[in-house]
């Protein structure tokens, strides 16, 4: 596609449940990176995929997040048991290859209740 | 690790005057660093990068930045400034020995007609 798409655009869910992000990066893209964003701050480094492999996951808070990639194209960052202060925007980015410009997503507004 | 620092929350400038967003980072090694916008209700378009080369980085919208070493900052400048540059700025730094990219806390310039 032309760009990173990522869906939901919004996401209400109650406390104690999943959720399941999705991104699409730009099509032919190796790398592709998660970032949380939280209100009025930088974006903050998860993970990322080199193809299907999972390079860098030091920045996942704790293990009810989880990311994977399993066919080297589309990704899915998921949050088991969600809690309050999992609430930010999640974003996308994606690049050409390792070190090379990443491109971001318009991001999932999660809103959990 | 890496790290990135924007001092000013808040820059405020007249259309047509210059303006200056200030970043400084921090790294182990010779340092990758980028510059991105982020519109209202929009996701984070890239800017410009420094990665080796010439100083002085020229990139979108006529914005440019200019590294220095010794003073370990990257900031990023435009000559005469428009109403439309109104947008939250972020600064990011990574260290090509890992691929995690760090962000400062944003920069959010105002230009005023």
């Known amino acids: 596609g032309a760009g990173v798409s990522q869906s939901p655009r919004y996401k209400v869910t109650k406390r104690g449940q999943d959720v399941a992000l999705r991104c699409d990066p730009i099509s032919g893209h190796v790398s592709l990176y998660w970032y949380r964003q939280a209100l009025g701050q930088g974006p903050e480094f998860l993970t990322y995929f080199n193809y299907e492999a999972q390079q860098d996951k030091s920045g996942l808070p704790n293990d009810r997040f989880s990311a994977e990639r399993p066919e080297g194209s589309i990704s899915t960052l998921t949050i088991q048991r969600t809690e309050q202060r999992d609430s930010a925007m999640y974003r996308c980015?994606?690049?050409?290859?390792?070190?090379?410009?990443?491109?971001f997503g318009p991001g999932t507004r999660l809103l959990v209740l | 690790a890496q790290s990135v620092a924007q001092p000013e929350d808040q820059v405020n400038v007249a259309e047509g005057n210059p303006l200056t967003v200030k970043c400084t980072y921090s790294?182990?090694?010779?340092?990758?660093l980028f510059w991105y916008v982020q519109y209202p209700n929009r996701g984070l378009q890239f800017l410009l990068k420094?990665?080796?080369?010439?100083?002085l980085v020229k990139g979108s919208y006529g914005f440019e930045a200019e590294f220095n070493k010794s003073q370990t900052s990257f900031h990023l400048k435009k000559p005469s400034a428009l109403v439309s540059d109104s947008a939250l700025y972020f600064c990011a730094v990574r260290d090509p020995l890992d691929n995690d990219m760090r962000f400062g806390a944003g920069t959010r310039l105002t230009v005023k007609p």
């Open positions: 790294v182990s090694g010779n340092p990758y």
């Open positions: 420094y990665i080796t080369g010439d100083n």
């Open positions: 980015a994606s690049s050409p290859s390792v070190g090379e410009t990443q491109y």
